[in-house]
């Protein structure tokens, strides 16, 4: 891809976030931001922020391309997600602004972001980096998020949940330790969770090549769920 960042994620970009608002009194002010995969917003994404809200939560499925503007064929995801990926700043700008635009109101809420596999890593991203996020939940994302330059330049207070296939060829066993002593080192409240004889993209009810170490796991699946809800429940 010849474009500049800004062509391809903020110039004249339009975009419709999905966003439902928690009903619980003592929850709704909670707002989860939910990250999507290298597809874009998807109606997977859509059912996720449902999911939670029927919990009580608030729940905004961003739009990352904008509006007719998902990649459709494999290329063009690879492509943007590494023009999306290929320099922190301004990824974290990016992340920065969509989750102020998730958040109608973003003082009093207590962010906690959500992603799969793409949305994985950027919310491990946005858990680090953005000072405002108390939160951040990875469905087989990649440990290859960017590190703080510095302690003090990290957000420490954000509480990491990781859920991960144990047979992720994504996910070395070196990856995943070095993340852990990465968050270690910062003091960080993390869990790590392993799901056995579960690979890549075991959340979405659409993967299933298993050629390529890609499949959906509804027992895992539903565990992760389980993860998710009493994760949330940390924050009221």
């Known amino acids: 891809m ?86 922190a700043d301004p990824l974290h700008r990016l992340l920065n602004e969509l989750t102020q635009s998730a958040c109608d109101a973003i003082h009093g809420k207590t962010i906690v972001h959500v992603g799969f596999c793409l949305g994985g890593r950027l919310a491990l991203e946005a858990g680090l980096h953005l000072e405002n996020s108390a939160g951040a939940v990875s469905f087989h994302g990649l440990m290859s998020f960017f590190r703080a330059q510095s302690a003090e330049k990290a957000n420490t207070k954000a509480k990491i949940l990781v859920l991960n296939g144990h047979d992720d060829h994504l996910v070395t066993n070196e990856d995943a330790q070095e993340a852990k002593r990465y968050w270690k080192s910062l003091a960080m409240d993390f869990q790590f969770m392993d799901f056995s004889n579960t690979v890549h993209s075991f959340m979405l009810p659409s993967a299933n090549n298993p050629e390529h170490g890609s499949q959906y796991n509804p027992q895992t699946a539903q565990r992760g769920y389980r993860y998710l809800a009493n994760f949330l429940e940390e924050f009221i």
């Open 2 to 87: 010849s474009q500049t960042f800004e062509s391809i994620f903020k110039d004249n970009v339009k975009r419709v976030h999905y966003q439902v608002d928690g009903l619980s009194s003592e929850k709704s002010h909670i707002q989860v931001v939910i990250w999507p995969t290298f597809s874009g917003l998807t109606d997977f994404e859509r059912g996720i922020a449902d999911r939670i809200a029927s919990l009580g939560f608030s729940a905004t499925a961003l739009d990352l391309y904008g509006i007719d503007q998902n990649p459709v064929e494999m290329d063009e995801k690879m492509a943007k997600m590494g023009a999306l990926l290929a320099e």
